[in-house]
């Protein structure tokens, strides 16, 4: 029997685009490798590593962390999951990333959550919080009983910066300003699969079919064999 090539696959979507949700269930269902480049950068700084230290200081001037940084980062960690299958997560932001990534390893397709950026702003914006308990309220799926003000103990709730209407439109501004030239990049080279809707639930299927033709579902085999 042959063995099946590994994959090696990007995922891609705006802050707020689902992009977590849907990586956790790729994970899931077929039990890939999942590397994200916030998720190395916050254990870098944690650590202290020389890469940490370097990044921490760009990022407390509010400044983008440099793609040679970046690339060197993230490929150091992909040559140890050589004889897995993986998913970037958050890797490659700008088109010289890709380029360097592509020196490295192919890609085989790259997933695009293409989610409307009105949607996203509603979505973000929604999200108010009980500073002291940590509670969350969306004014879409869990409004409290009184607008502005804590189911349990009565006190305001307040906005985080990230989810206040103008840092997310910077946010999204950044992104599109980034990433566009990253899809077009991938779409030339005929790797780029986009996923357009509103709702995560309703996207989801559509990845899950085009991912079963590259890969088993192992959720199902996990299931049926319990460890």
Same mark, same amino acid.
């Given at each position: 029997?042959?063995?099946?090539?590994?994959?090696?696959? $990007?995922?891609?979507?705006?802050?707020?685009?689902?992009?977590?949700?849907?990586?956790?269930?790729?994970?899931?269902?077929?039990?890939?490798?999942?590397?994200?480049?916030?998720?190395?950068?916050?254990?870098?700084?944690?650590?202290?590593?020389?890469?940490?230290?370097?990044?921490?200081?760009?990022?407390?001037?509010?400044?983008?962390?440099?793609?040679?940084?970046?690339?060197?980062?993230?490929?150091?960690?992909?040559?140890?999951?050589?004889?897995?299958?993986?998913?970037?997560?958050?890797?490659?932001?700008?088109?010289?990333?890709?380029?360097? #990534?592509?020196?490295?390893?192919?890609?085989?397709?790259?997933?695009?959550?293409?989610?409307?950026?009105?949607?996203?702003?509603?979505?973000?914006?929604?999200?108010?919080?009980?500073?002291?308990?940590?509670?969350?309220?969306?004014?879409?799926?869990?409004?409290?009983? $009184?607008?502005?003000?804590?189911?349990?103990?009565?006190?305001?709730? $307040?906005?985080?910066?990230?989810?206040?209407?103008?840092?997310?439109?910077?946010? #999204?501004?950044?992104?599109?300003?980034?990433?566009?030239?990253?899809?077009?990049?991938?779409?030339?080279?005929?790797?780029?699969?986009?996923?357009?809707?509103?709702?995560?639930?309703?996207?989801?299927?559509?990845?899950?079919?085009?991912?079963?033709?590259?890969?088993?579902? $192992?959720?199902?085999?996990?299931?049926?064999?319990?460890?």
């Amino acid at each position: 029997m042959a063995v099946p090539p590994l994959l090696r696959a $990007v995922i891609m979507g705006p802050p707020g685009s689902g992009k977590g949700t849907v990586s956790a269930r790729i994970i899931k269902h077929f039990g890939v490798k999942h590397l994200s480049s916030g998720d190395l950068l916050r254990e870098n700084m944690q650590k202290k590593t020389e890469v940490g230290i370097l990044a921490k200081s760009y990022i407390d001037q509010g400044q983008l962390i440099p793609d040679d940084i970046m690339t060197q980062l993230m490929l150091s960690e992909i040559k140890g999951l050589d004889r897995y299958n993986w998913l970037l997560d958050g890797f490659p932001r700008t088109v010289a990333q890709a380029e360097a #990534l592509d020196k490295e390893c192919d890609i085989d397709t790259v997933i695009d959550l293409d989610v409307p950026f009105e949607t996203i702003k509603c979505r973000l914006t929604a999200r108010w919080i009980h500073p002291a308990s940590g509670r969350v309220y969306n004014l879409e799926f869990n409004p409290p009983k $009184v607008q502005g003000i804590d189911d349990i103990t009565g006190e305001p709730l $307040v906005q985080r910066d990230d989810d206040k209407p103008e840092t997310v439109s910077k946010r #999204l501004q950044a992104y599109d300003a980034q990433t566009k030239p990253v899809l077009e990049y991938y779409r030339k080279k005929g790797l780029l699969k986009s996923f357009s809707g509103t709702e995560t639930n309703k996207i989801w299927p559509h990845i899950y079919a085009f991912l079963q033709t590259k890969l088993p579902d $192992v959720s199902q085999k996990d299931a049926a064999n319990p460890r």
